[in-house]
């Protein structure tokens, strides 16, 4: 229409129209236009609202926090029996993971329950496990061996320098010595540090409590 109109002389009542026509579909074009970008764009800004039951959630942090505690307590028996228990501590650290997503878990890593929530027994031994508490169950013994039996005195003090000493217990046939530390931090602070002795490389693994030995009370 419009190189129609540039083209042509037309009478101005029928020029006029042909402007008006133009004029219309201009307008038509543009409403479109604008129709066509509210489609588009609108879906881009609309969030789905997943509405989730306050039971629902419940039931998801409470299985969580069983998850959670009967994987720490498998891992804590499975170092007890010096068993190899890193798929078990990727396990809890994916289900710490979750907690953390469902706020289950404290800035510091604790475990936390709701207000009115009631201890969590796992069944196994005595007593029930309080989940509000934090209690470190790694290891905290050392064996050690590469020494001479008159360097007992000399060993015991030794790996003292590295921490409170709770307990010690010596293999006279080896000669070998358990030390328990009164923290894991201790432990393996003296597992990393306490190797060298004077002019020898001692042995030091975790004490694994399978292994025979012939020991003596300490005292």
Known sequence: LIEKLEKGNFPSEQRAEILSTIRGFQENIETMRKDLKTVVIKPANTTTTLKVSPQMVKRTREETQKQILDAELDMFNQEQEGKDTSELQKRVMELKNKAHNLGLLANNGVLRLPRNSTRYRTGRGRGGFNPHSTVDHRPTKLLISGFESDDKAEILEHFSKFGEVVDHVWDEATPALVVQFKTRKDAETAMAKG?????????????????????RSSG
Do not use: H, K, S, Y
């Open 195 to 215: 190797r060298n002795f004077q002019d020898r490389l001692m042995t030091i693994t975790w004490f694994n409590p399978a292994q025979n030995m012939g020991i």
